[in-house]
T-cell receptor
Framework: SQTIHQWPATLVQPVGSPLSLECTVE??????LYWYRQAAGRGLQLLFY??????ISSEVPQNLSASRPQDRQFILSSKKLLLSDSGFYLC???????????FGPGTRLTVL | QKEVEQNSGPLSVPEGAIASLNCTYS??????FFWYRQYSGKSPELIMS????GDKEDGRFTAQLNKASQYVSLLIRDSQPSDSATYLC???????????FGSGTRLLVRP
């Protein structure tokens, strides 16, 4: 069966510091991968998605970037965090022939 | 702009009642519809998916789809306090790898 991991689970970072969040999927090959952000009390905002290694689509222009160095690894990064980057970051995966998405446990980021 | 609309709630029902959660969508090309449950502080988990008009039942949950009215609903029978959560509606189309999520309806089941 497939499992999805995210780390760290929680993170507190100062404004202007860099960020690296990691997501890894096990038990499947060539998944579609997604990064979402959920601000407190709000809905899901799609940030990036990838349908293959080296293929990254950005949904919202901002100070975040994503990379997919391996088939089942998706990384979300920032060079300088803003206060508005605080939120719950969720990674999700789906298979190419279906659009059902499954979410990881999430990373709660607080920028101070 | 493709949109998915949900009433934010909270929807409050007594234990044992039927909870009815509703969702409308704007893209007539939508072909896949999902309900996710999200407990406070946790990630969304998939409850139901539905692709064809009509009803789909899974235990205490029934998803209903009406493509002509661009409307999808989730019924929860015999509601339990453990059903208290935010329910997210998501809509997809075959032409896209993406799902469009509603902002969620908060359900509160009173003991």
């Amino acid at each position: 069966s497939q499992t999805i991991h995210q780390w760290p689970a929680t993170l507190v970072q100062p404004v202007g510091s860099p960020l690296s969040l990691e997501c890894t999927v096990e038990g499947t090959s060539n998944p579609n991968l997604y990064w979402y952000r959920q601000a407190a009390g709000r809905g899901l905002q799609l940030l990036f998605y990838s349908v293959g290694i080296g293929q990254i689509s950005s949904e919202v222009p901002q100070n975040l970037s994503a990379s997919r160095p391996q088939d089942r690894q998706f990384i979300l990064s920032s060079k300088k965090l803003l206060l508005s980057d605080s939120g719950f970051y969720l990674c999700a995966w789906s298979l190419g022939d279906t659009d059902t998405q499954y979410f990881g446990p999430g990373t709660r980021l607080t920028v101070l | 702009q493709k949109e998915v609309e949900q009433n934010s709630g909270p929807l409050s029902v007594p234990e044992g009642a039927i909870a009815s959660l509703n969702c409308t969508y704007s893209d007539r090309g939508s072909q896949s519809f999902f309900w996710y449950r999200q407990y406070s502080g946790k990630s969304p988990e998939l409850i139901m998916s539905i692709y064809s008009n009509g009803d789909k039942e899974d235990g205490r949950f029934t998803a209903q789809l009406n493509k002509a009215s661009q409307y999808v609903s989730l019924l929860i029978r015999d509601s339990q306090p453990s059903d208290s959560a935010t329910y997210l509606c998501a809509v997809g189309s075959r032409s896209s790898y993406k799902l469009i999520f509603g902002s969620g309806t908060r359900l509160l089941v009173r003991p």
